[in-house]
Nanobody
Framework: QVQLVESGGALVQAGGSLRLSCAAS????????MSWYRQSPGKERELVAIIFPFGAGTDYADSVKGRFTISRDNAKHTMYLQLNSLKPEDTAVYYC?????????WGQGSQVTVSS
């Protein structure tokens, strides 16, 4: 059974940093692309960053390029999102996501709140 568990969300001041973690289980973690999404109140869930398997690279939403870094530790079955230079508009629930054999899985989300 695929499970994704996020952690690391917090209240932080603008300009601060956080690191989110996503612990994964139930599938061959190293073989799959993993993603971070976020959703703010009244807005649609949006893709923040994606990391491909086998060293194939990463991609980011324009709004976070140069500030956020996605990474993975295949030995620990864990994905990370380093959030730097945080802005109030980064306030959202952050979700990790994986598609395994045409099924899409989500974690429960981790709240990030950035105060001005």
């Amino acid at each position: 059974q695929v499970q994704l568990v996020e952690s690391g969300g917090a209240l932080v001041q603008a300009g601060g940093s956080l690191r989110l973690s996503c612990a994964a289980s139930g599938f061959a973690f190293s073989d799959y692309a993993m993603s971070w999404y976020r959703q703010s109140p009244g807005k649609e869930r949006e893709l923040v960053a994606i990391i491909f398997p086998f060293g194939a690279g990463t991609d980011y939403a324009d709004s976070v390029k140069g500030r956020f870094t996605i990474s993975r530790d295949n030995a620990k079955h864990t994905m990370y999102l380093q959030l730097n230079s945080l802005k109030p508009e980064d306030t959202a629930v952050y979700y990790c996501n994986v598609r395994v054999r045409d099924m899409v899985y989500w974690g429960q989300g981790s709240q990030v709140t950035v105060s001005s």
